[in-house]
């Protein structure tokens, strides 16, 4: 009880009220306009958090994280352009539903739908919190580098039809980590003698260029689309009722929600497919999926809202985010000199405490204002793709030359920015670029301070959670092997 | 085709995950995997010179072990693409690589204009370049009708309020701020 005073206490502050408001009420603004989502906000309005206390500056990024898969839905079901990819599957019922006139139903039932999957994520984590904190201080070097590595693995092999290209990015990323001065024996490594180089390439630098940047360039050669949303007729509150009388469809779909997301390397995005696939088999209705089912729109909207919470459980507990949004947070951390890990969840647990609560008020201030405003909020699907694309463009200057006024940064934003155009052009995967300038600096790290201790390749995996994640790693590439045999030889 | 990342087209059908990762076997695709099979290449090539590793010095203090691991998969995993590549050549689909290599063409003019507007921050102030850009970018990009201009200004006066002013993001007063009388000068270089 103690503790959740003190974790309250922290929350009582006008400046993170304010957070709590601007981000959840930003992150539903920018999910619901298509083009650009919560990664660009992310990674632009990440250099300005870094003058805030962490709490503050976290709850600021978490509502914009947690919060804009509830107006993602809005371009979704509207006008069939999801505001975030996650949204995707969104569009599949939630778009035929608007084409019967039934949009302010599929409205309200996406943004019950994103409530309870939001608030489920969050009581299950809550609940394994003391899970969390036994197990989190059992994760030695060893076992985070191997943890870091089955983030590496898993986002590889989850791109299915792209592993070669996704193995090559994340390898191009561990690359790009390198370059610099290294502080083992203070040798330059491929700054082909250049001094701007000396001091590496910014992970902030490259997520600005890769995410917002090459979206702006993007929205610029492209042409304008005449998005009309329809009127909406009909209440907007009946929606959660509705939702609630789904629990073998929202349930599920939250905690794989949960699940996924607390696996490195997965994300939203399987957790929605997933879900949506088995709502499709159990609700009884799936000959109706894809053309407006109710059911479909719940399972897919409860699936990607609860993942956010439980995406911030492996960079909380270990310190290792699995995804791109959550490794700008970590930057967030790293800048305040708050090293998240086992040592974070043992000892400075009303802090994750904190930010538990601040995830359920996020959650109740963005269904309240969608509640409240949504009929004027479907209007932001009229801005023009290229306007945002030239606007974006100033944002992202402000992210890069505000981390240390270097035009430099800006031209190798602006480098990344074009690789990110063609990768994006060409249906390639960024995110991989960015766990691998991540992942390998923490496995860089880990791998020096394990190896000190271990005599034999076998020692490595001597202690009990280790051995658990190396099995972990062999199971999950053996499978991969054998699902892509079997996909070559169906009959076999 | 789904991008996994932020999109604004429509979306298409997948009735597999997989579906939503796949690249068409392009021609541009396949000059892009050559081109960055190339690049990796060269940095291998570059390993010894570029990234040390020391005698008597364990592997894992080897400063250039993190490096050569990079480069290592760029070309273990840019190896077996090439192969998928060549076992796909016959079924080559559009955009070919004159049409996709116009439109990145296309592209570098607005990095253009982004490192004009960057160079002349520094310069002419963060508040007068941002809305003349913003102003400058409306005209080139088309739009004629008076609401965008006004939209166009009002939203670079709102970024700099937002960040310089109120976040107080780091970003130097402008050298042109120098000639403003010494009533406005300080708040200026603070605020705009």
């Not at chain 1, 981000?23 to 999910?31: A, D, F, P, T």
């Not at chain 1, 996704?166 to 561990?174: F, V």
């Not at chain 2, 990796?40 to 490096?67: C, H, M, T, V, Y």
Request: glycine residues 10%; contains cysteine.
């Amino acid at each position: 009880m103690e503790l959740l005073l003190t974790s309250l206490s922290a929350l009582a502050r006008i400046d993170v009220a304010i957070a709590l408001f601007v981000g959840s009420v930003g992150g539903v603004i920018i999910g619901a306009i298509p083009g650009v989502g919560p990664a660009i906000a992310i990674a632009i309005l990440l250099p300005a958090t870094f003058a805030l206390e962490p709490i503050v500056g976290l709850t600021l990024l978490l509502g914009i994280y947690g919060s804009s898969m509830y107006g993602g839905a809005i371009p979704a079901i509207l006008v069939n352009a999801p505001g975030t990819a996650v949204n995707a599957l969104t569009t599949y019922d939630g778009f035929p539903m608007t084409k019967r006139g039934e949009a302010a139903r599929a409205l309200s039932l996406a943004f019950g739908a994103s409530f309870c999957g939001g608030i489920i994520s969050i009581i299950a984590l809550m609940l394994l919190s003391p899970v969390l904190a036994a197990v989190a201080p059992m994760f030695g070097s060893r076992e985070i580098f191997l943890a870091a590595l089955l983030g590496m693995v898993l986002v590889v092999v989850t791109h299915r039809g792209q592993a070669l290209a996704a193995g090559a990015l994340l390898c191009l990323g561990i690359f790009i980590n390198t370059i610099g001065l290294e502080s083992i024996r203070y040798t330059q490594r491929y700054t082909f003698d250049q001094p701007w180089l000396a001091s590496g390439i910014d992970l902030i630098v490259v997520v600005l260029g890769l995410f917002a940047l090459s979206q702006a360039f993007l929205l610029l050669v492209g042409e304008d689309e005449h998005n009309e949303p329809p009127a909406l007729v009909g209440k907007l509150f009946d929606g959660l009722r509705e939702v609630l009388r789904m629990p073998k469809i929202f349930v599920p779909s939250a905690g794989f929600g949960v699940v996924m997301g607390m696996i490195p390397g997965v994300g939203e995005f399987l957790a929605q497919f997933f879900s949506y696939s088995l709502a499709r088999k159990t609700s009884g209705n799936g000959e109706n999926f894809g053309k407006g089912a109710p059911e479909g729109l719940v399972a897919s909207e409860a699936a990607n809202n609860a993942v956010p919470a439980a995406a911030m459980i492996p960079l909380l507990a270990l310190g290792i985010p699995g995804e791109a949004l959550t490794a700008m947070m970590l930057a967030v951390f790293y800048v305040h000199n708050v090293i998240p890990g086992p040592q974070l969840f043992a000892n400075d647990f009303d802090f994750i405490l904190s930010l538990y609560l601040a995830l359920i008020v996020l959650n109740v201030l963005a269904f309240a204002f969608l509640l409240g405003t949504t009929k004027w909020l479907t209007q932001v699907v009229r801005i023009p793709n290229r306007f945002l694309g030239m606007v974006i463009l100033v944002l992202s200057f402000v992210g890069v030359f505000s981390l240390r006024n270097s035009i430099i940064d800006c031209a190798i934003a602006a480098a990344f920015g074009m690789f990110g155009l063609m990768l994006k052009r060409l249906n390639l995967p960024i995110v991989p670029i960015i766990l691998g300038m991540v992942l390998g600096g923490i496995m860089e790290v880990k791998f020096r301070t394990s190896m000190a201790r271990v005599e034999t390749v076998f020692d490595f995996i001597e202690r009990p959670v280790a051995q658990v994640l190396f099995g972990i790693i062999v199971i999950v590439l053996v499978a991969h092997f054998y699902s892509l045999f079997r996909a070559k030889n169906p009959r076999t | 085709m789904i991008q996994e990342n932020e999109i604004g087209g429509k979306s298409n059908r997948a009735e597999r995950v997989e579906d939503y990762f796949v690249s068409p076997y392009s021609s541009a695709l396949v000059w892009f995997g050559v081109c960055t099979f190339l690049v990796a290449i060269f940095l291998a090539s570059q390993l010894g010179a570029q990234a040390k590793f020391f005698d008597n010095l364990p592997l894992e203090k080897q400063p250039g072990l993190w490096s050569a691991i990079g480069i290592v998969g760029m070309l273990f995993f840019g190896f077996f693409q090439m192969l998928q590549f060549w076992f796909h050549r016959n079924g080559l689909q559009a955009p070919g690589f004159v049409a996709e290599a116009l439109v990145w063409l296309k592209a570098a003019e607005y990095v253009l204009w982004f490192m004009a507007y960057v160079s002349l921050v520094p310069l002419t102030g963060y508040l007068p370049t941002t809305i003349g850009f913003l102003l400058l970018m409306t005209w080139r990009l088309g739009y004629r009708a008076g609401q965008y201009y006004l939209l166009a200004a009002l939203t670079g006066l709102l970024i700099v309020v937002v960040f310089k002013s109120f976040l107080q993001v780091k970003i130097p007063g402008g050298a042109l701020y120098e000639y403003l009388p010494a009533a406005v000068r300080g708040f200026a270089i603070l605020y705009l």
